[in-house]
C-alpha cells in the first residue's frame, strides 16, 4: 500500500500510510544514542500498539511484546531531558511533539509531553512475533515488509478450503513451515552435533586465547555457567547441558575474546561484545580469519556453536542493543548452518579408506563374478553358492540407480 501523503515539519521529514484506515505517521530522525548518528525511520510505539491491539494504545502490550523478544532498547523515549543529553534538539522536540498530537483525538493532545519512538524495520519483527492475524498482515504489506511465507501458505490452504478445494503439495508445505516456525534458534541450537576438531586447528586458535582473565569477565562466565547447567531456568530456552560442554563454550569465548582484543583491540566485555549490534560481523570476520589459517569448517562450526550458546544467554538474561533484523543472533545462527553445510561438504571428500574402490570398478568387478560364475562347471555346492552369492550383491550394489 503506498504512502498516502508526504509532508515536511520544520525539521522532521514525516510520512503518512493507510494501515486498516488509519493514518501512520513515519518520521525520520538521527539516532545520536549510538554511535554512527544513523538516520533511522521511525513510527509512534502507540500507533503500532493501536493497529495491532485495536486499544487505547496504553496498556503497554507492545512493551510486553518487545521485552520478550530482547528488543525494549529498541524504543527511543523523546522527552524534554533529552535535549540536555543530545539525543534531540528543542526544535526536534516540538516538532516530534506536534506530530505525535495530530495522531491522538482531541482530548488527549493537550496532555503530550513525551513520545516513544519505535525504528520502522523493528516494528516487523513485533508484527512476526505477535503472530498471523489481519491488523500485523495489514502493518507488514503497508510498509512493504515481507510477510512469512507461512502466513501466505496458510491464506492459500484457508482459501481452498471456502471453495471447497485441497491441494495436497499446500498443505505439506504448511506442515514444513509450521514444523521450521516452532522456535527455529532453540531448534538449532538445542540440534547441533558437535563435529571432530583436528588438533592442528586447536593449535591454531588456542595461540589466541586471552590471557589474562578480568575479574568481571570471570564473573560473566561464571553466571554463563550457572546458566547453562541448573536443572530448572526460567530464563532458559531449553534444557540444562553438562558442565564439559559449558567449558568447552568457555574456551572458544576466551579465544573469540582474546582474538577480538589482538586484531581489533575490543576490550573483553562479555555483554558488550555478545550484546553489541555488530556481533554477527565479528564472528563472521573470526570465521574468516580461522579459515585463512586452514581451519577446518568443523572447527568454525563447533566454534560458532560456542558463541551461539554464549550469545543466547546474553540475550536471555541482559537488555541487549537495538537490533535490525536479523538480529546479530539470528546472523550467528545462520553463520553456524552455513559452517556445518560445509563442514558435511568437506567430509564427502575427505581422504578416501585404503579399501575404497569407484564406481567403474565396482562394475568391473560385478563383470568379473558374474564370468567366474558362468565358467564354473564343479560340484563344490558350497563353491558355488559362493559365487552366486558374490554375483547377487555385487547386482544389487551396482545396477541399482547410483545415489551420492
Not at 535535549?83 to 503530550?112: C, D, H, M, N, W
Not at 546474553?314 to 535490525?324: F, Q, R
Not at 548452518?337 to 564406481?359: G, N, R, S, Y
Request: one cysteine or more.
Amino acid at each position: 500500500m503506498a504512502a498516502a501523503d508526504v509532508q515536511d515539519s520544520p525539521v522532521i521529514p514525516v510520512t503518512y500510510f493507510n494501515v486498516l484506515q488509519r493514518s501512520i505517521a513515519v518520521i525520520e530522525l538521527r539516532d545520536r544514542r549510538s554511535a554512527g548518528d544513523r538516520l533511522v525511520r521511525w513510527c509512534f510505539l502507540h500507533d503500532l500498539e493501536v493497529a495491532l491491539y485495536n486499544n487505547g494504545g496504553a496498556n503497554g502490550a507492545v512493551h510486553r511484546l518487545l521485552a520478550r523478544e530482547s528488543l525494549s532498547l529498541t524504543i527511543f523515549c523523546v522527552k524534554k531531558a533529552c535535549i540536555a543529553e543530545g539525543t534531540v534538539t528543542a526544535t526536534e522536540l516540538g516538532a516530534i511533539i506536534k506530530i505525535f498530537q495530530e495522531q491522538l483525538p482531541l482530548e488527549s493532545r493537550g496532555r503530550v509531553r513525551m513520545a516513544s519512538l519505535i525504528p520502522l524495520p523493528v516494528t516487523a519483527q513485533v508484527c512476526k512475533a505477535y503472530g498471523r492475524s489481519p491488523r500485523s498482515t495489514a502493518w507488514l504489506e503497508a510498509f512493504s515488509q515481507p510477510v512469512p511465507r507461512l502466513w501466505e501458505v496458510q491464506r492459500e490452504a484457508e482459501a481452498n478450503a471456502e471453495n471447497l478445494e485441497w491441494d495436497p503439495l499446500l498443505e505439506d508445505e504448511m506442515q514444513e513451515l509450521q514444523e521450521e516456525e516452532v522456535s527455529l534458534d532453540s531448534e538449532l541450537k538445542a540440534s547441533y552435533v558437535q563435529f571432530k576438531e583436528r588438533e592442528v586447528d586447536e593449535q591454531v586458535s588456542r595461540s589466541y586465547t586471552l590471557e589474562r582473565i578480568p575479574p568481571a569477565l570471570e564473573q560473566a562466565l561464571k553466571a554463563y555457567k550457572d546458566h547453562r547447567i541448573a536443572p530448572i531456568n526460567r530464563m532458559r530456552n531449553g534444557s540444562a547441558c553438562v558442565e564439559l560442554t559449558v567449558d568447552s563454550d568457555r574456551s572458544t569465548t576466551l579465544r573469540f575474546l582474546g582474538w577480538l582484543h589482538r586484531e581489533h583491540g575490543v576490550t573483553a566485555n562479555l555483554k558488550g561484545v555478545f550484546g553489541a549490534a555488530n556481533l554477527g560481523q565479528r564472528v563472521e570476520a573470526f570465521v574468516a580469519f580461522l579459515r585463512e589459517r586452514e581451519c577446518k569448517y568443523a572447527t568454525c562450526a563447533n566454534y560458532v556453536s560456542a558463541l551461539v550458546n554464549v550469545a543466547s544467554f546474553i540475550y536471555e538474561t541482559e537488555e541487549v542493543e537495538a537490533h535490525e533484523s536479523p538480529t546479530a543472533l539470528e546472523q550467528i545462527l545462520n553463520l553456524r548452518v552455513q559452517c556445518e553445510k560445509e563442514a558435511k561438504q568437506d567430509h564427502l571428500w575427505k581422504t578416501k579408506d585404503p579399501h575404497f574402490i569407484d564406481f567403474e570398478k565396482a562394475q568391473q568387478a560385478r563383470a568379473r563374478a558374474i564370468e567366474e560364475c558362468q565358467a564354473y562347471s564343479g560340484g563344490d555346492h558350497k563353491k558355488k553358492f559362493q559365487l552366486v552369492k558374490d554375483c547377487l550383491v555385487l547386482s544389487f550394489l551396482t545396477c541399482q540407480p547410483y545415489f551420492n
